[in-house]
């Protein structure tokens, strides 16, 4: 079975990425969200990328109209009947994603594969949601996702490995590399770089630097492209509390707790670039 059309739900900044290199590569693909507006907006905001590459040398005029004819937009979940692959890239929070995929599992026919592009949590979980726990697999892409190279690929526990063969393939055509890695909170991704991103905001807490100045040591020192503060600004505050919470909730070690002041920025509704401040204003 080829997957030559997909949905991708969720026209956030991940949703966005995934829709753009897919449809790059020749793929059919649905952006699925809640309202027109917002999936006009992403549309509108892919159409800017393509301009750039197409400025930059990097995409022919008529690659780029190809691109954007294979691209069509959703505010039905229903469009899902038509599709053999459902990528998933809504708020990482468990019982919002379960009940999506309870949805999905109803809409879809027998042969689509689900796949999640979840940061941290149980694949196996969300599997268990659905009445096709065989196709169901974590698709983990990395932001900027056009960008980025790495597509962590984990497996439920059911996962057949048919299903783990055409997603390692379709992450190939899409011209990412695949890596498999084993189905544990965070992954390997998160649980290395979540960890470093909450102890640079304890140390802005515990008063030891400014953000400004954590970052230019991470950067200059370590030779980060980012600071933790822009990177953590970037991937969003919200993102960043939900994976620090399933990594301590999952492991139950306080190695992992939040740092009281990810929580609080979170609740004044400052995640980062997306809403216009974090630990820097934009
Ligand atoms: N979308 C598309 N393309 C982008 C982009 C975006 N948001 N941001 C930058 N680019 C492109 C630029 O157009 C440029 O392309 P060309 O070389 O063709 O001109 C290229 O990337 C380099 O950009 P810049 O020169 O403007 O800036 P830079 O050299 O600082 O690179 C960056 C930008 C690639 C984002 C770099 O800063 C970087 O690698 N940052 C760290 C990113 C990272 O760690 N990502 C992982 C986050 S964690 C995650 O994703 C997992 C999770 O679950 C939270
Ligand atoms: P985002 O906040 O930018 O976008 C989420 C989008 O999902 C929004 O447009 C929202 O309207 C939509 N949405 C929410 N509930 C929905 C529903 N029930 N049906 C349809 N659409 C719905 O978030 P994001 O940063 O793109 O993250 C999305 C997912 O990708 C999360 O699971 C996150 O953990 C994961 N992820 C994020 C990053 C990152 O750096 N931000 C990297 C890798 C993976």
């Known amino acids: 079975m ?3 059309k997909i949905m991708v739900v969720g026209a956030g900044q991940m949703g966005l990425g995934i829709a753009q290199v897919c449809a790059m590569s020749g793929i059919e693909v649905v952006l699925h969200d809640i309202s027109e507006e917002i999936v006009e907006k992403g549309i509108n905001s892919i159409d800017k990328q393509l301009t750039r590459l197409v400025e930059k040398g990097k995409m022919s005029e008529n690659e780029k109209n190809e691109t954007q004819q294979r691209l069509t937009t959703s505010v039905n979940l229903s469009n899902a009947s038509s599709v053999d692959l459902v990528i998933e ?3 990482e929070k468990m019982e919002i994603k379960t009940k999506l ?3 999905l599992d109803k809409l879809t026919p027998d042969h689509t594969i689900l796949a999640t592009n979840t940061s941290s949590l149980p694949i196996t979980e969300i599997a268990a949601a659905t009445n096709r726990p065989k196709r169901v697999i974590g698709m983990h892409f990395m932001n900027p996702v056009p960008v980025m190279k790495l597509v962590e690929i984990i497996r439920g526990l059911a996962t057949a490995d048919e299903v783990f063969d055409q997603i390692k393939n379709l992450t190939e055509k899409i ?3 695949p890596v498999e890695v084993n189905d544990f909170p965070g992954f ?3 649980r290395i770089l979540m960890p470093m991103i909450n102890e640079a905001i304890y140390t802005v807490y515990e008063g030891v630097a400014e953000p400004e100045a954590i970052d230019e040591v991470m950067k200059l020192g ?3 492209p980012m600071g933790p503060l822009t990177l953590a600004d970037f991937i969003g505050l919200d993102t960043c509390l939900y994976i620090m919470e399933t990594l301590h909730e999952g492991f139950g070690d306080d190695k992992y707790r939040p740092c009281p ?3 609080k920025y979170v ?3 400052w995640l980062g670039r997306k809403s216009g401040r974090g630990f820097y204003t934009y």
């Open 175 to 177: 011209n990412k590399v």
């Open 222 to 224: 370590m030779n980060h």
């Open 188 to 190: 390997v991704s998160n």
């Open 101 to 103: 995929f309870k949805e």
């Open 261 to 263: 002041l990810l929580r």
């Open 267 to 269: 609740s004044a509704g």
């Open 89 to 91: 890239a809504i708020v």
């Open 2 to 4: 080829s997957i030559d």
